[in-house]
């Protein structure tokens, strides 16, 4: 294994381990995305075919929110102890270290859908009437263009005041475009009047521009002054 | 160049007015939409006035993060604070001009009414950002932020241009040819306009060098104040 996939790996694996013991970022994103779901119930009350057109804004909406809770922890925790000073003066690569927090809030936001996608479709009947493998790759790309950039966001927010409430402020204009095609894939799998291919190609895109421009400049931002 | 600015801004001022004259009273009225057709003279200029300055902003935010020049990061900043306050006069004249014409304050789901909003977004969370951050890391951050914002463009270009939606299309650009007095008016409008912003722009950089300036100053003073003196 090349030196900079074991940097990463064994810090993914760091993160790992300290979510499975503490389980702060999961817990909180699950509540939340329950209670979102929960509120949202309660303000419609949508037929079938109703639900079936706002529920793709609905779960991803939850799930944007619930992503932001875990998100602003990610480099939060270095702080303390400043293990992110430690990890600046370390030899080893920014860059494996972006990678492996955008990987492991990509595993906790992915852990969190899985969990909390059942309980939607039960709350709204749903059922795709285009379709349905087609979600997987939307959910995959969706979740990878929230969490690439959302990492990258959370690094730059943490040199500001109130960094809590920086990062949803600059993530989400950002992530519109991103958010936009998964919505409409969603709906159009669910739906099934309109194609989601090019929302997946969308998708695709924005995760690879954003993919690179993050591992580009990231470098710089570890180790600004 | 302290000289330059007044006699910058008189020229601009005449430009402006007589740019005011042409677009409400020399401009033909257009036949179906009347007089309200006239508001298209400022909306588009300041659109186009507006992306140029956010053009401005993205070149300077590069030029920063490569060169790490100061000059470069109070030009980002100047272009991106008078871009917003123009992309804010599109954004308000464009319903006020809808409204009568379309039956409809907002089009949701239009491709330049979208992609103008999501791009006034992504400049006032660049101000927001700004404001927020302390310190000397402040320019690196913006500027990095400025790249995101940019490469963001296109994509919101595309994504809302398949958007499926029953709005009225664009009046302006779609293969309608434009009356030739209309052009030359909204050509003049244009350049008062880019005079008028970059005369904000000549204003707030000096402001802005000038307010740098004193708290260098300031910071310089505090830490040689003699000891003894307290």
Known sequence: ?225 | MKRLFPIFGAITTALLGFALYEALIAAPTEQTMGNVQRIFYYHVSSAWTAFILFAINFVASIVYLVKRSEKADVIALVGAEVGVVFCTVVLVTGPLWARPVWGIWWAPGDVRLTSTLVLWLIYVSYLILRRFSSSGQTPMIAAVLAVFGALDVPLVYFSIWFFPTQHPQPVIGDGGAIDPRMMHVLLLNWLAFSCFAALLCWARYRLEVLRRDVDETLALESLLEPRGSR
């Open chain 1, 1 to 225: 294994m090349s030196l900079f996939s074991s940097i990463t790996a064994a810090s993914l694996a760091k993160d790992i381990r300290l979510e499975w013991r503490s389980k702060d970022a999961i817990n909180s994103m699950l509540f939340f995305a329950l209670l979102v779901v929960v509120v949202f119930s309660f303000s419609f009350d949508p037929n079938a075919e109703e639900s079936r057109r706002i529920a793709g804004g609905l779960i991803w909406v939850a799930f944007l929110f619930a992503a932001v809770v875990a998100l602003n922890q990610t480099w939060a925790r270095e702080l303390r102890n400043q293990v992110l000073d430690a990890y600046r003066v370390s030899p080893a690569s920014a860059n494996s270290l972006f990678l492996a927090k955008a990987l492991g809030n990509f595993i906790f936001v992915c852990v969190l859908e899985a969990l909390m996608t059942p309980l939607f479709i039960l709350f709204y009947n749903l059922r795709a009437l285009g379709p349905a493998w087609q979600l997987i790759p939307i959910a995959v790309l969706g979740t990878w263009a929230i969490v690439v950039n959302g990492t990258f966001f959370a690094a730059l927010s943490i040199r500001t005041r109130s960094r809590e409430i920086m990062l949803p402020l600059l993530l989400f204009p950002i992530s519109i475009p991103a958010l936009l095609a998964m919505v409409q894939g969603t709906a159009a799998v669910l739906g099934g009047e309109f194609s989601a291919r090019f929302w997946i190609a969308l998708l695709v895109t924005y995760d690879v521009v954003f993919t690179i421009a993050s591992l580009f400049l990231f470098e710089t931002v570890l180790h600004a002054e």
